[in-house]
Nanobody, 128 residues
Framework: EVQLVESGGALVQAGGSLRLSCTVS????????VGWFRQAPGKEREGVGCITREAANTYYSDSVSVKGRFTISTNNADNTVYLHMDSLKPEDTAVYYC???????????????????WGQGTQVTVSS
């Protein structure tokens, strides 16, 4: 059974930094990708970015204003994917989710639909 466990959400002041973790278990063979998504109250879930596990290729959303502030990385030794968030803004406040899907090409989508497995979410609140 594939499971994702997130941690690291917190209350932080604007301009601060935070690192979220997502530990993945249950994939016994093949490559997979992990995506990060967020959902603010009253809004749809939106993609932040994703990373392929084997090649560690990263992709970021063009529509979410995180480029240059958020970075996704992976530590394959402990099956953990990180979302590093710098220069946080109040509009970054949301529940952040990680999700995983098997992949057969060295790329990953930054939309929630293709992802089969989801974590429980972790709250990030940025105060002004």
């Amino acid at each position: 059974e594939v499971q994702l466990v997130e941690s690291g959400g917190a209350l932080v002041q604007a301009g601060g930094s935070l690192r979220l973790s997502c530990t993945v278990s249950g994939f016994t063979s093949g490559d997979y990708a992990v995506g990060w998504f967020r959902q603010a109250p009253g809004k749809e879930r939106e993609g932040v970015g994703c990373i392929t596990r084997e090649a560690a290729n990263t992709y970021y959303s063009d529509s979410v204003s995180v480029k240059g502030r958020f970075t996704i990385s992976t530590n394959n030794a402990d099956n953990t994917v990180y979302l590093h968030m710098d220069s946080l803004k109040p509009e970054d406040t949301a529940v952040y989710y990680c999700a995983a899907e098997r992949i057969w090409a060295d790329s990953c989508p930054v939309i929630p639909g293709p992802y089969d497995y989801w974590g429980q979410g972790t709250q990030v609140t940025v105060s002004s």
